[in-house]
């Protein structure tokens, strides 16, 4: 029996490709939804990332639902109006918002696949190249979250993917939507495309600008569909200005340290422009915090595209209208790195300078690195060359792609204490849950309860959300370790508080969770010290004022300040 297609046949290798990302996306749907080796429901399972943008989702069954809470006001209020909308329209359909989540990204990911091909087939117009090429960067999308998420990132990848389509047909009528709905949904993307689209009105062999009429509309139409996309999305969030400056960055603990929750800097300590999540140019497929020397595979990764652009830009002498082939590749680079270099001088006011880069490079990488390594074996396949280099690279190509298709890493997680959360969302509509957990992270998504502070919402690009935010993490460590019954009483009578969670480990060995030094750490720090000298007054007084008992410990707030 033949497994693979004839080497001609264009239909064949599409539609293993496709085959490959169904299998894929099923692995996907029995993670999303199902206990790991069960068949048991798991219907607390929700994405990373998307425990920040769900977290006012409560309001789509009921206007007042969270009323006057910080971090379902603040997450409404930048998630892009028709990102709101699509949830919105799901939950009409009686699709509930993490039920949603957990669906979307199948759509997402076939979508992607789809123009993946067309993509890479109009880059290489072979089929086993095209294949190779959508593969890998199919296989690339598959084990880097942003899909998976359900926020506004996860429509980057494959709305870029649609545009890169029409830029490639030269399409205006295709370019200029996408880049609107781009700039509604994820802007820093929008902004790329649109460079890109101007910089394809250059000719380069000679160097001339085309100023005709159709130059004029489509850059026009494309910037105003840009801005009328990315404007509103500005005022929804000046309300929470003044934006962070790279300079106050420094200046905060949860920034300016290696492994801080939001850091701006390397390992070493000091801004890293080349290797950083947040500033740095290199896509970050190894991870940047990871080693020191992150930075050396990342570019090695990007140096197909490279040489690719390099020889597009020394021998094309493409004009406006023609067809591009590799010069794709040059626009995405001159586009993407000027965008980052704009960004790192207003940071964070254009938001992270990263995402210019590591969101739009990242694609075109992975398919260069297909282009080559799939045109290199098409050639040696059609020559009749079957030397053992050619049976070591498909074999190794092989291996990489099965593994990756079969092994998607969604960042899915669910609750330590599931009786807990069913606990905290049975509770009364105007509940106010406090404390220090990180299980608090999952409450405001999954249960539609407030929460006054969690570290997975401490975003702290508006100092006027992060500013009440970090006050009240600090507050709440106070309030948990303090021996002096009215720090306590001040935290829940001055916060409304109703309901403090922490976690076994607090009331048993005095023991905090360790990831909340990643953002308040000084404050961790203290109230470690302070439980270690004399038991807490809530640790004293728990026993007799427990919700729940479980992992996760639900305490009433007034009968611990009653004593």
Same mark, same amino acid.
């Given at each position: ?289 990871? +080693? ?116 998607? +890493? ?40 407030? +929460? ?108 611990? +300040?009653?004593?």
């Amino acid at each position: 029996m033949k497994i693979l297609p004839d080497i001609e046949s264009e239909r064949g290798w599409r539609n293993l490709l496709f085959a490959g990302t169904v299998a894929t996306a099923l692995v996907y749907l029995y993670n999303a939804f199902f206990l790991p080796g069960t068949l048991t429901v798991s219907p607390f399972t929700i994405q990373d990332d998307a425990r920040q943008f769900l977290t006012w989702m409560s309001r789509l069954d009921d206007e007042l639902a969270m009323r006057g809470d910080l971090l379902a006001d603040y997450w409404q209020s930048v998630c892009p109006w028709l990102y709101r909308a699509i949830f919105g329209t799901a939950n009409a359909l009686g699709l509930e918002p993490n039920i949603f989540a957990r669906l979307l990204p199948v759509a997402l990911l076939l979508l992607c696949a789809w123009m993946g091909w067309r993509v890479a087939w109009l880059l290489t117009k072979r089929p086993l190249a095209a294949f190779v090429a959508a593969a890998l960067l199919t296989g690339f999308v598959l084990h880097e979250d942003s899909i998976y998420s359900a926020t506004p990132r996860a429509f980057s990848t494959p709305l870029f993917l649609i545009f890169l389509d029409g830029l490639l047909r030269g399409r205006g009528w295709q370019m200029i939507p996408t880049l609107f709905v781009l700039g509604l949904l994820y802007p820093t993307t929008a902004l790329v495309g649109l460079a890109m689209m101007g910089l394809s009105r250059i000719s380069w062999r000679p160097f001339r600008i085309d100023f005709g009429l159709r130059t004029w509309l489509l850059c026009g139409l494309g910037a105003v569909a840009v801005g009328a996309a990315v404007i509103p999305l500005a005022g929804a969030t000046s309300a929470w200005e003044p934006t962070l400056s790279l300079a106050d960055a420094l200046t905060q603990e949860n920034m300016n340290s290696g492994l801080a929750r939001s850091a701006v800097v390397g390992l070493s300590g000091e801004v890293d422009l080349i290797c950083q999540a947040r500033m740095g140019l290199l896509p970050e497929i190894v991870p940047c915090w990871s +080693t020191n020397l992150a930075w050396l595979p990342n570019l090695l990764l990007m140096v197909p595209m490279l040489l690719l652009a390099w020889r597009a830009a020394k021998n094309s002498r493409f004009q406006p209208d023609g067809e591009p082939g590799d010069l794709i590749h040059v626009w995405a680079l001159l586009a993407a790195i000027a965008w980052w270099a704009i960004a790192v001088q207003v940071a964070f006011s254009l938001h992270l300078p990263s995402r210019y880069t590591q969101r739009t490079l990242s694609v075109l990488e992975f398919i260069a690195i297909g282009q080559m390594i799939g045109l290199w074996l098409d050639r040696r396949l059609v020559a009749g060359r079957r030397s053992g280099a050619t049976a070591v690279a498909g074999g190794a190509l092989t291996l990489v792609l099965l593994s990756s298709f079969v092994t998607p +890493t969604p960042g899915l997680s669910r609750p330590g204490d599931i009786g807990a959360m069913e606990r905290i969302a049975a509770l009364p509509d105007d509940a106010v849950i406090g404390g220090v957990s990180d299980q608090l992270d999952y409450v405001p998504a999954l249960t539609g309860r407030r +929460t006054l502070a969690t570290i997975e919402h401490s975003i702290p690009y508006h100092s006027g959300y992060f500013g009440p935010l970090r006050e009240r993490l600090e507050a709440a460590l106070a309030a948990v370790s303090s021996p002096d019954p009215a720090v306590l009483t001040d935290y829940v009578r001055r916060h409304g508080v109703t309901v403090i969670a922490v976690d076994r480990a607090l009331i048993a060995y005095g023991e905090l969770p360790p990831r909340w030094e990643k953002v308040v750490a000084t404050p961790l720090r203290a109230a470690q010290q302070q439980l270690k000298l004399a038991p807490s007054v809530l640790q004293q007084r728990a026993p007799n004022c427990l919700l729940y008992d479980g992992d996760l410990i639900l305490l009433d707030a007034a009968c611990l +300040t009653r004593g």
